[in-house]
């Protein structure tokens, strides 16, 4: 199989993240540790994966800093796999990906899961891009530009 290609010195901030998080089985790892599950058999029963894919996944997710081990809180000699700060600020990202997967992937009444406030059970408002000044802004709006965080 051919090596995947290294984004890791890339200056886009969209490619960067790739190395950790641009396969599938990535994403749906997090996603399953947002929904509270934590050790491999957990991972594994939910996704269905081969055991090498998911160990070596899970591998590169905690070498990226986005999941760490810890001992089992049952206190059994297992591991278990919690999300690091790192990995609980890619909820965002998931909860847009979900809308737009809501929005474009589904037939409007086919059943689907739903992100919901735990503590009113309604929707949760729509991801949105705002400007410094609060206005919502589209692609159009906006461009891309260098700069180095000690000019910033």
Sequence with gaps: MPRRTSHEDASCPVARPLD???????????RDAFDG?????????????????????????????LLHTVPASDGSA????QLTSKGRALFPVLAALRQWSEEYF???????????????????AKVEIHSSDGRVLDPEDTVITMYRPADA
């Design 20 to 30: 950790a998080i641009g396969d599938g089985w990535s994403l749906l790892i997090i």
């Design 37 to 65: 599950l934590r050790r491999f058999g957990e991972f594994q029963k939910s996704l269905g994966l081969a055991k090498n894919i998911l160990s070596a996944r899970l591998h590169s997710l905690v070498a990226h800093g």
């Design 78 to 81: 297992y591991q278990e796999y």
């Design 106 to 124: 589904f037939e409007p009444d086919e059943t689907r899961a739903r992100l919901v406030d735990r503590g009113t059970g309604q929707p949760v």
